[in-house]
């Protein structure tokens, strides 16, 4: 069996004393994604900012392609091909969007050209300032931005809170070509039949532990899990799963 791209044991962490998620365990295969799901202040946001080296690591262990990350400093986990679009976005107010492109290009497939023509809003406001960009245009620019490291793995947190339905279809169309170009990543999202319609896999965090662990289809199967652990009540067979 070949070797997870990201691959969590154990896990557990937290702020200060505070223990916040507690024996985490799941995998992310090469070239898949995991809809990371759970009610507000379940350890969503945690889990991400574990992985890239926030939080305090208390335990377990964590690894990429074989290879282990969890005593890594955040910039030598980017080098490992972790890419990262924080939940407030952190675009630099003062520089244009070719320079926040800028600042974090690494080599490889994406550069600013690529990514003006995936975010053509982008493009159009290249040399407009952080601070003059839309909400939607800043959550585009945070997703090309983590793109210009050109990680194997992209960790998207709350990609499409308070934005308007119009830029949610197109941040999901985008999501969608980056997952069909083999970009896996790992999804924290409230709305939760989008974010089971482009991942493969999924986890529900209850309380800062997983309490459900597998495919998307077992959800949208049978959303009573759903039901239970995030509140969603829909009808069966109401959402379309990800291409395997």
């Known amino acids: 069996m070949a070797e997870p791209l990201l ?23 090469e070239g898949e994604s995991l809809a990371l799901l759970g009610r507000n202040g379940m350890g969503k946001t945690t889990l991400i900012l574990t992985i890239m080296g926030q939080t305090r690591f208390l335990g377990g262990k964590m690894s990429f392609r074989g290879k282990r990350f969890e005593r890594m400093p955040s910039n030598a986990r980017v080098a490992l091909g972790l890419g990262w679009a924080p939940q407030e976005r952190g675009i630099f107010a003062s520089l244009t969007v070719e ?16 990514l003006f023509e995936l975010f053509p809003s982008l493009a159009e406001r290249r040399r407009n300032f952080g601070n003059q960009l839309s909400g939607g245009e800043q959550q585009m620019l945070a997703i090309a931005r983590a793109l210009m490291t050109n990680p194997s ?63 998307s289809q077992g959800l949208i199967d049978d959303p009573s899990v759903l039901v239970r652990f995030v509140g969603l009540r829909g009808e069966r067979g109401a959402i379309t799963p990800a291409s395997a």
């Open 7 to 29: 691959q969590l044991d154990r896990v557990r962490a937290g702020y200060g004393d505070a223990v916040v998620v507690d024996d985490i365990s799941f995998a992310v295969p």
């Open 99 to 114: 320079e926040n492109l800028a600042v974090a290009a690494r080599p490889g497939h994406w550069n600013a050209a690529r």
């Open 153 to 215: 793995l992209l960790l998207l947190d709350e990609p499409l809170e308070g934005l308007a339905p119009i830029i949610v279809e197109e941040l999901m169309r985008t999501i969608g070509r980056l997952a069909a170009e083999g970009v896996g990543f790992v999804l924290v999202e409230q709305h939760t039949q989008l974010a089971l319609g482009l991942a493969h896999h999924a986890v529900i965090l209850e309380r800062g532990r997983v309490v459900y662990r597998g495919a």
